[in-house]
Each structure stands twice: as structure tokens, then as C-alpha cells.
């Protein structure tokens, strides 16, 4: 044994631990060669995994508990000290969420050429948070200026807040705003030597907003500064950021990947070896590791075993649905496109919208070219949407509380359909200046179409839109009626 130091008792399992440790990068190499769609089935729950260890369980068990138990205090002290592979306690790690966290990291990182891995955390929010501390943390500012980081002002409300009022304004990080992203003179001249990291989301919610990923991360790199991406809208299905040069991707499972909605979750996932001037190696190797060991153990955002299954189940069909919902959101795009009651149609995958060719350039259905019924490289834009009302903010009011069938709430990425009125909503506290500032006018609706046959959403929204004129059917909510029966309203 090399390890010096360690006792012939430690040493034995340090050795039994790297015997397995062998076997299992074997299975990650088996699975790498694998189609999407089998790593999202299959991730590394195989037959042997089950039959060894699991009972024989066919799917994932759920390991409920908050701590592992060790045979004797040698395996307790190398476990406690990270010499062997554990989950000690399930603030750190566990069963469940290993097997959730290796399908995540081999989807991020399908068709790229490195290796990948990943840190699930109980949010997108937390995911953020957690992939964007460390780089704050480590070493002081030059000459003892602030540090400051670049990200794009289109990015998801939480994520602005996050930013703007928790680091910029709270703690003295200043966060510089990149307006136009893909304007690239302007990534360019937001960076000074105490830059951090730059920060993109793509294609935004609720904006849509698109840039040149390949261009951004040369940007990056060549400041030696890493490019973190939050590629929640896309999920790994049309886009791999890793793919175009992005050190680290956030995912807010609780969207696309998890389109049932059964709960929230988030991901943190990143290349090996990613590029930072200034953090140690042992961040730099293995950043969702690093973060796992270290800052998340002491913090505590980590994410129930429950909620991980339930996530990965979903998982499993990610690139079936995200096809049908891409399908589907275009016919009910195009519908709209030639309503007479709408002003205005947004979606990346119109060729009307001004950033349709450059989102062409990245979005693409994963593995099209592998299906029998595609054959060939296919674009698909996803389940995001929005519309413009024409008759001002309480003629789009009258439409949206006429869906019938399209569910009023503030979500995304959900097999049911679901639309939001974001002035009212996601974007209330930005203000009229703000939401001016980020195109969010009183009459935009966001629609997220998901797996109903189109047919019966545009139905939905062809009914709604007569609404504008005519009278309004509401639905009582059961608490206030008896049955929860409908009653007829006049229009306002
Ligand atoms: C919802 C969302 C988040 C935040 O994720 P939570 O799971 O709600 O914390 C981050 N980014 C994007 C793009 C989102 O849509």
C-alpha cells in the first residue's frame, strides 16, 4: 500500500474501495457508449448493482435514511476521511442520489468528450447558489478591490434576485449586467482582473433570449475564467453546453426534467479540469465533487432521496417528451401566429424571430440523427412560448382566466400546459420601468404547451381568445360553491 500512514486495517479498504471503484468507471465507459436514451433509462443502476446490493429491485431504491453504518472504526475512518467511496449521511451524499446524479452527469456530458459529474442540490436556486459561491470565496480580490462577475440581465427572476440584491447589493460583489448577450464586445468589456466567472442562461425565461455559446466560452477561457450556463429551458435533450465549451451547467431539475412537477430539485454539473485562473486544483478537478465534500456539507441545500427518484423517473423519457412538447408548442405557435386577436408570437423556433437562426445553430432534438423516423440532425425548440394579447392588459386578463383547459399558475416545463401573465406575476416586483426595460408589457402571456394533443390546446386558447368579446365562463373554486360548479359572468 502507497498511502503512508494509514493503518493495515484502513489500508484494506482502501484497496477493496478502489477494487470497486475500478469496476465501476468500467460500467460509466459501458454506459458512455450507450444511446441518450438508454443512459436516461439505465443510468449506473445495473443488474449487478441490484442483484448485489439492492435486493434485486428493478428500479432504484429510495435510501429514506440519514446515515450509512460501517462494519468496524477502520472503515468508519476511511470513510470519514474521503478515502473510500460513502454517503455517510445523507447531508453529504446517498444511495439515491448517486444513481440520479450519474444519469444527470452522463446526460450533460453526452457527446462530449471529457468527463463529467454532478451535485444535486433541493433547488435551481440552491444550484445556482451553490456553483457560483466557491468562485466568490476563493483568494481575495486584486489589491483588495471588489470582485465582480458578468452575467446576462435575461435570466430567470430568482436568478436576478439572487444576483442583484443577495450578492451584488447584500454582500459587495458587484454583478455586471451584459444587456444585448450577443453583442460579444460587450462580454468582453465587462471583464477585468477581478472577474470571477461568467454567467449565461440560454434560451432565457420568459424572454427567449439566445447568443453565441461558442463565442462566449472562448471569451471565457481565454481570460482563464470558467462560463457557468443555466440550460434549464433546453435540458440536456436539445443543448449540452458542455458540448460548446461551458465549464459548468445549472439545472433546475424541478422544470423540464422533471415535467410531471412532483417537487422542486436542482443541478450542479461541470466538466473535469475546468478552466479558473485562480481556484485551487482540488475545485478545479472535480468542481461538483468539491462542492458536494466541502462547501454543501457545511451549508447543508442538499436534496431528499425522494425527490431525486421521483426526478430521474422522469428523466428516463426526457428526449420523447421534450420532442412532443417542441411539436406541439410549434402548432399552437403557427396557430397563433394567424389569430386575428394576437399582436404578436414569440418562439425560437418561428423563422420570423429575429434570433431563430442562431438558436438553430444549438437546438437540435439529441440523437435525431439515430431515429429511424428523423434520420438525420433535427431542430426542436422547446415547450416555451409567448403571445401578445391585442386590447391592452384587461383584454389579456379576460383570455387567460378564460383557459379552461391551460393551467394558470407560475411554472414550466410540465406535461400539462400551463401559462403565466408575467407583469402580474414572475415580473410584479421589477416594476413598470423594469419590466419596460426587459419587454414584459402587460398584455405578454407565456405559454409553456406540454403533452396534450395540440389539437386541444389551441382549442383551449381559439375559445379563451373569443373571450376578448364575449362572456367569460368561471369556474367557483369548491370552497366557495357547492360541487365547485361553474356560473357565467359577464364579460368586464
Ligand atoms: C425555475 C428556474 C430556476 C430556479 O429553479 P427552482 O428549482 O425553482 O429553484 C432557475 N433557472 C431557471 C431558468 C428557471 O426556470
Given at each position: 500500500m502507497s498511502d503512508a500512514g494509514l493503518s493495515p486495517g484502513v489500508a484494506r479498504y482502501v484497496a477493496a474501495a478502489q477494487e470497486a471503484q475500478r469496476r465501476r468507471n468500467e460500467e460509466i465507459a459501458r454506459m458512455r457508449r450507450c444511446r441518450f436514451d438508454t443512459i436516461a433509462v439505465h443510468g449506473l443502476y445495473t443488474m449487478s448493482e441490484s442483484l448485489d446490493y439492492n435486493q434485486g429491485s428493478i428500479i432504484e431504491p429510495i435510501y429514506m435514511a440519514s446515515s450509512q453504518a460501517y462494519r468496524d472504526s477502520d472503515e468508519m475512518e476511511a470513510a470519514l476521511a474521503y478515502l473510500v467511496p460513502t454517503w455517510c449521511y445523507s447531508r453529504i451524499a446517498n444511495p439515491s442520489l448517486f444513481y440520479f446524479e450519474n444519469v444527470l452527469a452522463l446526460l450533460e456530458g453526452y457527446g462530449f468528450d471529457g468527463e463529467t459529474s454532478c451535485c444535486a442540490t433541493s433547488s435551481g436556486m440552491a444550484a445556482i447558489h451553490s456553483a457560483t459561491e466557491p468562485f466568490l470565496s476563493i483568494g481575495a480580490g486584486g489589491a483588495g478591490r471588489p470582485m465582480n462577475f458578468v452575467a446576462t440581465c435575461q435570466v430567470y427572476g430568482g436568478t436576478f434576485q439572487q444576483f442583484a440584491v443577495r450578492k451584488d447589493r447584500e454582500k459587495g460583489v458587484e454583478c455586471r449586467w451584459v444587456?444585448?448577450?450577443?453583442?460579444l464586445e460587450e462580454w468582453e468589456s465587462k471583464i477585468d482582473e477581478n472577474t470571477r466567472f461568467l454567467y449565461g442562461e440560454l434560451p432565457s425565461n420568459p424572454g427567449q433570449a439566445f447568443f453565441d455559446l461558442a463565442a462566449v466560452a472562448e471569451i471565457a477561457h481565454r481570460h482563464g475564467l470558467p462560463l457557468i450556463i443555466d440550460n434549464t429551458v433546453g435540458s440536456p435533450a436539445l443543448l449540452r453546453p458542455l458540448c460548446h465549451g461551458a465549464d459548468v451547467v445549472i439545472q433546475s431539475v424541478t422544470k423540464t426534467l422533471t415535467s410531471s412537477g412532483f417537487g422542486i430539485a436542482g443541478a450542479v454539473i461541470a466538466r473535469k479540469n475546468l478552466t479558473c485562473r485562480f481556484a485551487p486544483e482540488e475545485l478545479k478537478a472535480d468542481f461538483p465533487m468539491y462542492i458536494k465534500a466541502l462547501p454543501n456539507r457545511d451549508n447543508g441545500p442538499n436534496l431528499s432521496p425522494m425527490n431525486a427518484i421521483l426526478s430521474l423517473n422522469d428523466m428516463r423519457t426526457l428526449r420523447s417528451k421534450v420532442d412532443l412538447f417542441s411539436r406541439n408548442t410549434m402548432r399552437v405557435a403557427e396557430f397563433l401566429g394567424g389569430h386575428p386577436q394576437i399582436e404578436k408570437v414569440d418562439y425560437l423556433g418561428l423563422p420570423a424571430h429575429p434570433l431563430h437562426a442562431l438558436a438553430s445553430r444549438y437546438l437540435f432534438l439529441v440523437d435525431a440523427e439515430h431515429?429511424?423516423?428523423?434520420?438525420r440532425p433535427i431542430n426542436r425548440y422547446g415547450h416555451l412560448m409567448s403571445l401578445r394579447v391585442k386590447g391592452g392588459a384587461a383584454a389579456t386578463r379576460r383570455v387567460f382566466d378564460a383557459f379552461q383547459r391551460i393551467w394558470r399558475a407560475t411554472d414550466l416545463g410540465r406535461v400539462k400546459s400551463v401559462a403565466t401573465i408575467p407583469a402580474i406575476s414572475t415580473h410584479q416586483q421589477q416594476g413598470e420601468e423594469g419590466r419596460r426595460l426587459a419587454d414584459v408589457p402587460p398584455n405578454l402571456i407565456r405559454l409553456c404547451v406540454g403533452g396534450e394533443h395540440p389539437d386541444d390546446v389551441i382549442a383551449d386558447l381559439d375559445q379563451a381568445l373569443a373571450a376578448i368579446t364575449g362572456k367569460v365562463t368561471v369556474s367557483v373554486p369548491a370552497a366557495f360553491s357547492v360541487g365547485g360548479a361553474s356560473r357565467e359572468v359577464p364579460g368586464r
Open positions: 444587456v444585448r448577450s450577443t453583442d431515429d429511424p423516423e428523423y434520420g
